[in-house]
């Protein structure tokens, strides 16, 4: 049984765990919820050739479609973001499911493209707001050196989740219509959403900042350690954070953070942007072109695919080396995203490079979250993120608007690829200082706490 101490440092508490049942079930149930979430933020795409052709919609029409649930992460995050971090994390991630998965079911009633521009937009503040509120609860309960691991591990969901779709909609829409989508994307967050509620643990830094859940915080402690016995007059404390008194959106701007956060909200906006044009426009830019549908869609499926190998890839790298690797991808992404275009380009050609762009694109966003998961203190920790997850949303909702716009003033398949690799040679230089921040005021910082928590231990 661990050494007792009347101040407990929590930081270190959590940084001396192995992983172990405790963390797979946090990471478990944030993992479902991102797979839901991921699900139906893709549905659109999938349904999209189906319903333009039933419903005679415009080019303009689908990219209202695609950005509705979208446009709802300006809203989402920092709402929900003000909820994890007055009520809980726990509160704010089965909310947010239940949001997103009752909108997404009630799709299936849509009878007109308004109606569905509507509903999706309702789905959207449930889909937005419920994403970093899952990244804030798996920091705070991940030891250090495995932080920025498991947060990308757990936001594999999202991407998994998002390509899900396109391993059955070849075959489900044909047989029984686009309302099957939503009616599994509907159904399956509000599963996640009863089972998240009674088995996902409220995190331990977050108790601790709430002396009346004290008895809470001791019992998840002692789930996570077993014969761990917090001494009756303990107090608990979160080494290396400065956690406020009272809460100020100002703080996302005070000290090491003045130029940290608005530089990481245009990476964020940069790595969506990016995302969501392709994922969002590919099925009806390759169908427009000719190819099936069932083809199409596995394009879409392979860029979210190639995500999930992306943000494997650059989990270990981000603990060792920081914010670097994120930098490497946005360099790789341009010349892989041009070549999406390229005149002649075969099939299987088009696919490598789609999949590719998915790694590149979607791995940096996953370093992107971790990091935004890693500079905020407790106290403002789902709110810091959730205004990261807020720019993010910006470059969402311009994504797809942006591409329904070059399409319809008819400008080639090869430029659009080029243009869309632009902004993505901007976001080189500012991710790179931004990994210079975060090297000099996060991860060298490590090296202290680590040995600030060994001397601790020592006592």
Known sequence: MAALSRNVDLTEFVDRQKFGNFHFIVILWCFLVQLADGFDITAAAFVAPVLRGQWNLTGPQLGGLFSASLFAGFFGPPIFGMISDRFGRRVAITLGALVFGAFTLAAVWATDIDQLIYLRFAAGLGMSGALPVTVALTNEYAPRRLRG???????????????????????????????????????????????????????????????ARRAELVGNMARMEPGYNAPADATFDIVGEENKANFSPRHLFTGKLALLTPLLWWCFATATLIFYFINNWIPSILTAQGWPLSHAVWATTLFQFGGTLGGIAISRPFDKYGMIPVTILYALAIPVVACIGLPGNTEPMLLAFVGLAGFCVLGLNFGNIACAGNIYPTAIRSYGTGWAFFFG??????????????????????????IAAIPLAIAVVVSFIVSRLYKAHYHDNKTILDARHAAAAAE
């Open 149 to 211: 691991m498991l947060v990308m591990l757990m936001f594999t969901g999202s991407t998994i989740g998002g390509g899900l779709p396109g391993l059955f909609a070849g075959q489900l829409i044909p047989a029984y219509g686009w309302q099957s989508i939503f009616w599994i994307g509907g159904v399956a967050p509000l599963v996640i959403c009863v089972g998240a509620f009674f088995f996902l643990p409220e995190s331990l830094k977050f108790l601790s900042l709430r002396p």
């Open 393 to 418: 949303r910006g470059g969402a909702v311009l994504g797809p608007m942006i591409g329904g716009w070059l399409i319809a003033s008819k400008v080639s398949t090869e430029n659009i690829f080029y």
